[in-house]
Structure formats: C-alpha cells, structure tokens
C-alpha cells in the first residue's frame, strides 16, 4: 500500500520526525487559506502516488497567497503519470543549507532491511547510483537486533556531517528505522531531507509504502486515513475481492491462466506470434468452474478485449471443470469476442469431450494456442 | 539421489486440519510421501487420513522421528509456524503459504541460516523427487518421471509446464524445486544451484526464472565460474511492463531492474541455452545433454 506524502508525514509527525508546516488542500481557495496560515512562502505539491513529481510540474514555489491559490489551481487540473491529481500540499518553503537522502528498504539478496543514505540527495537514488555510487552509504540490518543508536550515528558519521549534527542526523535514521519496523514498510524514502540554514533537520520528502501482506496487522491505521488501501477499477477491484491476479495491458488479447508464472509465459507466447496482451489473468491454485466463468466475465469487462485465450496447466485443477466453466460463460453470453483453450493435465480428456461436444475449439499446444489467437485477434481488429 | 529430499525424509503437516492441508495431504500420501504426523494446535488426538494430529511440532517429531515439514497454515500464523518447525530442527521446512508478510519471512530466513536449516519459500509449490516417490509439495506427481536433471523455478504451474514437457520427451527429473514467487525466500537460486551441484546424479539443470530482483544474474555468474554441466534456462515476463506485479509479489520490474532483458543476456554469457517457449527447454535439453 502506497501512502500520500501527508499520510507518510502523519506517521512521521507520530514518532516526532520534524517535517516543514503546512496542510492538505482540496481547492485553491482552501491552498490560499492554509498559505495564509503558514505565513511565509510556501510550496504547492500534487499529491499523487507516483514518483518523478517534480519533474511534470507537480511542485510549484509560491511567494504570496494568492501566488499559491494560481498553483494549486494548476496544479489540481493536472494528470500526473496519468493520475488525476485530488489534492495538494502546502508547506512552507525552507531556507536549505544541504538536501540528503534517507531510505530504508529491503535487500532481496540478503533478505535483510537496508538502510540508505547519502548527503547528495535531491535526485533519484537511481541516478545517483548511476552517476555517483560512492555517495551512496548502505548499511544493513541486522534481522534480531534492528538498527541500533550507534549505527545510526555511524551513519550520519560516514555521510560526511559532524559535530552536533552526528546526533541530529542520526536520530532521524533511528526513527526512520522505528516507523519501518512498527508498520511493516517495505519502501521509504525521505528526498530531500533538509538540512536547514536554521541547522534544523526536516522531512520535505515523504515516500512510505507498507506491505500488501500485512495490512491485517494495521487496520487501525487504514481505518484512520479513510481511504481503499490500493486504488481500483471496477475490474480490479473484482479480480481481488475474488483472490485473482489482474494486470491490464494495452495490447487486445486477454490471457486467463493458473499460476503467475504460467501466465506471464503465455502473455510472452502471444508476443512472439506477434500479438499484443491486453490482460494478465492468474485464477489462482485450484481454479474450478466458477472461477474460470468469473475470470472470463471479469476479462470481458475491459473494452480493448478483442480476444480471450485461456491456457490452463491442470495439477491440482481439473480440465473437465474448467470445461464446465467455459460452457457455463459461453451459455450465459459472456463470451463476446473469439476464443481459444489450451488446457493440459488432470482429467484432460473429459474435459476435451465436454468442449468438443460443445463445439468449442482446443488446443493441445500453447504455440498453437498462442499463434490461434493471434490470428483471431488480428481478423476482429 | 536426489537433493533435500529423499526416501528417509518423513513429513509433518503443519496445518493439516484445514482445507489446504487436508487436501494436499492426501495427495502426497497418494504420491508416496512418508506423512508421519500432522499439527494444529488445539487438535491432538484427531486424525486425518489415518496421520495422527498433534499440539506442537515438538510433540509430533518426538513421537513419530520426523525429519521434514510442510506449512499450509495461513499466512497471518505462517511464519510462527516456521519458527517453531525451526526450533524443532525439522530439516527442510517448506512454507507453502502465499501472502506472509515479509518482516516475518525475513525472521523465519536468518534464524533458519543461523541453525543451518533450508527453508523452501514462502509462496512454493514445493520439492519433489520422483525417483524417491517422495514430494513434500503441492506439484502434481504425475507430470514428474524420475530421472538426472534438477529442475528449479519460481513458479508452480509454469514449472509443471515444463516438467510434463520434459516427461513427454523421455527426460526425468532429479529433484524439481520451487523456490517460491516471493522477493524474499529462503532457499535463493543460486543456492539451489550449488545444492544440485553437489548431487552426483544430477546431470544438467534447468533454471526457470521470471522478472524481478537479480537472483537469476547472481546464479547465471556463479554457473559461469563453478558449474560444468549443461544448463537450459527460462525468463517468464519479457513482455511485462515496468512498475506492476505480475501475480507474484516478486515478480515486478523496479526503475530498470529486474528486466527479463537483463537475465537473459546474463544467461547467455554465462553459456545457459535460454528458451523462448516453455516447449524449448526439453528440445534444448536434448541438445545438449
């Protein structure tokens, strides 16, 4: 779950990490007021879960007021990466001395956390280790003990800052270390930290996101914010309420398969044959004549669906049930567009009797299946 | 022979009284699996298909010698139930639940390293090795035949895929692992590798990877310095798009890692014959071999 910036800066505020003052604005007219509150020059940020903000006009520094309630107005007219923008921060604007970054994620090599930190910061990590990686300090966690005081410090200390700031700094990456491990965060970053001509240190920054696996554990939280964890179309929301994985493409083939994997595979098959996906579908483990029908229902909802391929591995599945599904789409109008099934495994024959009687073509191949409805999806389109 | 496990490992079920469990179990039982015992706390003195049900995994290895264990609990409960399968020293411990949070996975992963225990997953179908008839495991035996090629994936169905195309072209299987779709797991590939590299009766490898992360670099490099034997590999999701999860929580290109791009051309230098189709594995198995 991706929190907004003001979400990850209520934490923040939370376990006493000093971030710029400001609030949330819905209007121009309330970005004016919450400027006229501030009482300094303020900045006006989209607030949007995607990163390179900056970088479509999504942050605009404002002198006065009124300056802010014309940028809020922009600003909340805009798409960024294709996300309508509901809302803006306003904070002050801060007199920075020096701009660092702090994050703390995960190694999936090391299946350790990773604490992160360079007094280069402003830029993405990304390009910063590009350009210059020996800026970058790395520390990781240590999976019984947690980060620990003096390994803050050490951070702070092998950033290049001393003096009083060793303690300063290093208090930041502790309760960096502190949220992360009370929320489950699986990514945080702080860019910029601010270090301020005043020598205070500040959050401008906050990108905080807590994993989908343990939200269970944080309902408090999530009941707090008022919002859905993860933002859904009708499709998507269906696929999850229904414990189906669903990924919308811009190609016009839909491929419903079981297992992750498999369906990544058959979404690269159709490529090959020189088609375009328009849907990952995964029925999950155990998929039955239910789920196959609720899968080729919900596939059927997106409009670039010009043609449905579905390509079962039967393990644990049933063939002869995912026959009965198909059938039980088809005989209830569902299906629109061409089709094609590919299914392999338990009870295999049963289920090809149930198809062939119905008149719905089989395949015994994914090649043969995949380069089938290529050229189907290419007669519709 | 055969890697992690063979016709002396003896199983318990943890979570054997719910669905999953119950089910899964009777298949392995069919398979030939050496169940010997079965926990649910709270549950002692039930049985399930005949396997007796304990409190604590302590009371069910102390009383039926296990060696092994396979976790159905859900994942709110999953990495405790890993712990305490640690603790007891069952060895492998292979976590079959989708959807543990990773703090816990990362938990249940070093205190397992510290003991010197394999922990298979989360989110596995498991480990099977058909000559042993023995799967502590949710793959469908009957796509798997016995033979010297080790098969490890991050995938289920997409494995079984390969494994019945394998079957079907006369080439069996050492032991077929699943190394679980997760971004952290306790077994990585490159571990796996030098597990199967160990095994004399294992004669080439085939290494099924997907996007996400760089494991699939990291073991491409080390065949590339240490391992002799033929390798074919497998890249699912070259065609998905940065920034989404494809299905498994791993499987998701980040900025401009974890690109099927990258794994594959890392395959190749290492001299792994990389399969375009999952069909092309057993053909190039053939090859090779």
Redesign the interface.
Known sequence: MKLFEHEAKEIFRSFNMPTPPGGVAKTPAEAKKRAVEVGKPVVVKALVLSGKRGKAGGVKFADTPEEAEKFAEEILAMRINDLPVEAVLIEEKLDIQQEIYAGITIDRNERKYVVIGSAAGGMSIEELAEQSPEKIIKMHVDPNLGFQAYEAREMAIAMGFKGKQINQLGSFFLKLWNIVDAFDVELTEINPLILAKDGRFLAADARLNIDDNSLYRHKDFIEKIKREPVEQNERERLATENDMAYVELDGNIACICNGAGLTMATLDAVSVYGGKASTFLDLGGGADAKRVERGIEIAMMYSNVKAILVNIMAGITRCDDVARGILSARDDGDIKVPLVIRMVGTNEEEGQEILNKAGIPFLKTMEDAASKIVELAKEVA | MAILVNKDTRVIVQGITGGQGTFHSG?MLEYGTKIVAGVTPGKAGESIHGIPVFDSVREAKDAHDATASIIFVP??FAGDAAMEAIAADLNPVVVITE?????D???M??EAKRKGITVIGPNTPGVITPGAKQKVA???G??FSAGEVGLM?????????IA?GMTNAGIGISTALGLG?D???GL?TIEAVKLFEQDKDTKALVV?G??G???EE?AAAYIKKNYDLPVVG?I??????PG????????IIS??SGTAAAKIKAMNDAGIAVA????DVARLLKEIM
């Open positions: 298949a994942a709110p959807h543990v949070p990773v703090k996975e990362i938990r992963i070093h949710i793959m469908p009957h796509v994936s991050r995938s289920g169905t997409l494995t079984y895929e019945a779709g971004p952290c797991v990585t099924v997907e996007i992360g760089d494991a990291r497998f699912a999701g070259r065609t998905a798009p989404k999860r494809m299905g498994h929580a791993g499987a900025g401009s375009e189709k999952p069909s």
